[in-house]
């Protein structure tokens, strides 16, 4: 039974390469009938916080990655926050102290400090130098008559550590360049290394999908499991994200967390198909894929070794061509907070209300390439046009208003105000004036909507409706300044 998880620490939102880490993580999970466990990381208790634990659960579900075994909905091996299991790890403590698998370390911060400053004065290479490994019933007790507070270090054996890694390969660690790590800090709470290893051994961890940067951390976690006797998983490290210019994707690239994505209006479905695809392809070059075709054909041996790419602009088509694809209805009930939040529509919209933006944002869809864009898109269709100066300036001039004014009558007289008879009438009245169609369609369009660009003119006219329509453009004739 294939067990994996994602163990974020929530010291931050979400970000896109931890994102992935999720996904891959679930997909793998999906694919072999396994289960997902979301484990939160809380051991430093300086860095996490609570909002971002909750903001983490937001962002995952908003992508649509469900987990069987959490936090909030709890499983067989809970609790799943580490700041719920300090006394688990505190027992696997005292039984590694207790067999001389590891020992008590009295030395202060300063020592540790002022000991490596001198091995680097010496050229010799700076971290822990065993001292306290062979400690006598007397110095223990000296150090604890003092007030010393000690910490939990694991007795490094020497030996070779091979990590046969699923996407790296084998790679092999020297015990000799580890020093004696510490696993239980001086208030007596587990070191992330060990919480990690503990808790991946009670939750029956089988693979563990994770950051290349935790590859570093991968041979403790190894002597650990073998010091607490537990089975090693299989590991898999994923190549890290970079931005398109191949440095780490920081905020110099612009957004990088899932948040900030799912607030400017990218669709759950366009985020999780771009990033699951990142690092890895299947063996067509196709980029669409729906999640149930995801999981069907996610692979972790065809994972990238090399990094990730994060292109903004190709997420952005992405999401431009799911929104094209979105049915109306399920478009309009996306785009609503936007609304809303842009005050162009109320709290509560009617039954009417929602018709009405369904026949608006329809003419847009083509266009939109997040939701974010929708409000100013479609303003006009909801209050008084604000007109664009150069429009203005272009088309509302004094011959523009003497078509408007010609034209008017002939709207008013339209009864059927659909877009195909506005259409033939309006295109009739050049014919018969001897305008030239351009000359007629721009000035009705920017004094429709106060812009020269927008949906097509007969549709836009349809939707805004005949009563609207003419008073508009009378106010353009009569001067909006009145
Ligand atoms: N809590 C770690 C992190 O957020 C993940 C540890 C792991 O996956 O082993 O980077």
Same mark, same amino acid.
């Given at each position: 039974m294939v067990r994996v998880r994602f163990a974020p620490s929530p010291t931050g939102y979400l970000h896109i390469g931890n994102a992935r880490t999720a996904l891959f993580n679930y997909l793998f999970a999906r694919k072999n009938n396994g289960k997902f466990i979301l484990r939160i990381e809380d051991t430093d208790k300086e860095r996490s916080k609570k909002e971002y634990e909750e903001a983490l659960i937001v962002d995952l579900k908003w992508l649509g990655i469900e987990w069987d075994e959490g936090p909030d909905i709890g499983g067989e091996y809970g609790p799943y926050r580490q700041s719920e299991r300090i006394e688990i790890y505190r027992e696997f403590a005292d039984k590694l102290l207790k067999e001389g698998k590891a020992y008590k370390c009295y030395c202060t911060k300063e020592e540790l400090e002022e000991r490596n400053r001198k091995a680097i004065e010496e050229g010799k290479s700076p971290g822990y130098d065993n001292r306290c490994r062979n400690l006598t019933e007397e110095d223990i007790k000296k150090f604890e008559r003092e007030g010393r507070k000690p910490v939990l270090r694991l007795r490094v054996p020497e030996k070779i550590i091979k990590v046969n890694d699923l996407i790296r390969g084998e790679v092999v660690f020297d015990s000799k360049v580890i020093p004696d790590f510490v696993i239980m800090k001086s208030d007596w709470t587990p070191t992330f290394n060990f919480a990690v290893v503990v808790d991946d051994y009670l939750m029956k961890i089988t693979h563990v999908i994770r #950051?290349?940067?935790?590859l570093s951390n991968t041979p403790k976690h190894i002597l650990l499991f073998e010091a607490i006797g537990a089975p090693i998983p299989q590991f898999a490290h994923m190549s890290m994200t970079l931005g398109p210019d191949r440095t780490r994707l920081s905020k110099r690239h612009g957004a990088t967390s899932v948040m900030a994505y799912r607030e400017d209006g990218y669709l759950p479905e366009a985020f999780f198909n771009y990033i699951a695809l990142l690092g890895w392809g299947t063996t067509e070059s196709r980029e669409i894929f729906t999640k149930e075709e995801l999981i069907q054909e996610f692979s972790i041996e065809r994972c990238n070794k090399a990094s990730a790419i994060f292109d903004p602009e190709k997420l952005l088509w992405m999401n431009g061509y799911y929104i094209r694809k979105t049915p109306i209805s399920r478009l309009v009930e996306l785009s609503l907070p936007f609304l809303k939040k842009a005050a162009l529509v109320e709290e509560n919209p009617d039954e009417e209300k929602i018709k009405y933006l369904e026949k608006v944002i329809i003419l847009e869809q083509e266009r939109i390439? =997040?939701?974010?864009?929708v409000p100013e898109l479609i303003e006009f269709f909801l209050k008084e046009p604000v007109y664009e100066e150069n429009a203005v300036k272009k088309y509302l001039d004094e011959k523009g208003k003497k078509i408007l004014s010609e034209v008017y009558p002939v709207i008013e007289k339209i009864e059927d105000f659909s877009r195909e008879k506005i259409e033939e009438v309006i295109r009739r009245f050049c014919e018969e004036k001897g305008y030239k169609t351009s000359h007629v369609f721009h000035p009705i369009r920017v004094a429709v909507? #106060?812009?020269? =660009? #927008?949906?097509?003119l007969f549709e836009m006219m349809e939707v805004i409706g005949k009563e609207r329509v003419l008073k508009r453009i009378e106010n353009v004739i009569r001067g909006r300044e009145e």
């Open positions: #950051g290349e940067d935790h390439k =997040k939701l974010s864009e909507s #106060g812009r020269t =660009k #927008g949906p097509g």
